[in-house]
């Protein structure tokens, strides 16, 4: 979505539809868009422009329709900087979402856990960022807002919207600071030591360059992270393979029933 062909073509696509709310759905997430009443399928493949997802489990589809009385459009599946992607592509496709109608950014992820007190297979409601990926979406031929405002990213009012919903659904939220590294190597034990230290709860390769631009366009941003292992060194055994899928499954269904119950009450 770098052009605004992209732009044009998804308007088309849309034909009329106005979404509201952007969900973007981390791996393992996908589940989410069975919810979503009269979806309209944009495989991210057909946009003009569009560099192709290449991790497993992320579909790569943009799916609009309505939950509740929003008009939402998911993400399902996103690219990441890893995968060689430019941070401006990042930038074009939020500024693409706010001119289709988009006010808020619902952004989710899976997190290593910085600290034996957020177990995997939790979900931890980001509360602050760090960006520690040494990119910015935002360089380039300068936008107004020229220095955006971070003081206040995620919105104290649907942060506290979602923790009622998860004190009622008997789901329990941590809340904490999420850390981006650029990857896609997962950190050694003294890396986990060193993020701790900077003050983070958890560790992705994902979300910040998106809330950055999202907080740039003006969106108001909600940002829920699916912990699936503990960060290397802070556990005896060894997380297996098998574990860590089985954490992110008990925690996805977790978070969709959290977002469903979310967009369905507000
Ligand atoms: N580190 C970085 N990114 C991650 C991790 C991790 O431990 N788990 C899931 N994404």
Redesign the pocket.
């Known amino acids: 979505m770098e052009n605004d062909e992209a732009y044009l073509f998804l308007k088309e696509k849309l034909n009329g539809f106005v979404p509201d709310t952007a969900v973007v759905l981390g791996?393992g997430l996908g589940d989410f868009t069975a919810s979503i009443k009269n979806p309209i399928i944009i495989p991210y493949s057909s946009l003009p422009g569009a560099p192709k997802t290449t991790v497993a489990g992320h579909k790569g589809n943009l799916c609009a329709g309505t939950i509740g009385k929003h008009n939402i459009i998911c993400l399902q599946g996103r690219t990441h900087l890893y995968e060689g992607l430019r941070p401006q592509y990042i930038a074009t496709s939020t500024e693409h979402l706010k001119k289709l109608g988009v006010k808020c950014f619902i952004v989710t992820?899976?997190?290593?856990?910085l600290t034996t007190n957020i177990p995997a297979g939790s979900l931890m409601l980001i509360n602050d960022h760090i960006n520690f990926s040494a990119q910015n979406p935002l360089i380039g031929p300068h936008k107004e807002p020229y220095f955006p405002d971070m003081s206040k990213v995620y919105d104290a009012k649907m942060r506290r919207q979602i923790t009622a919903i998860a004190k009622k659904e008997g789901i329990h939220l941590y809340e904490g600071v999420y850390i981006m590294?650029l990857?896609p190597n997962?950190?050694t034990p003294a890396e986990?030591k060193m993020l701790r230290t900077l003050g983070a709860d958890?560790?992705?390769?994902?979300t910040v360059p998106e809330v950055i631009t999202a907080v740039h366009a003006g969106l108001k941003v909600l940002g829920i992270s699916?912990?699936?292992?503990?960060?290397?060194g802070l556990s005896k055994e060894k997380n297996t393979h098998d574990d860590?899928l089985q954490n992110v499954s008990i925690a996805s269904k977790n978070l969709i029933t959290l977002l469903q119950k979310f967009l369905e009450e507000f």
């Open positions: 791996s992820n899976a997190a290593g856990s590294v990857g997962y950190e986990v958890a560790v992705g390769m994902s699916v912990i699936s292992n503990l960060g290397a860590v």
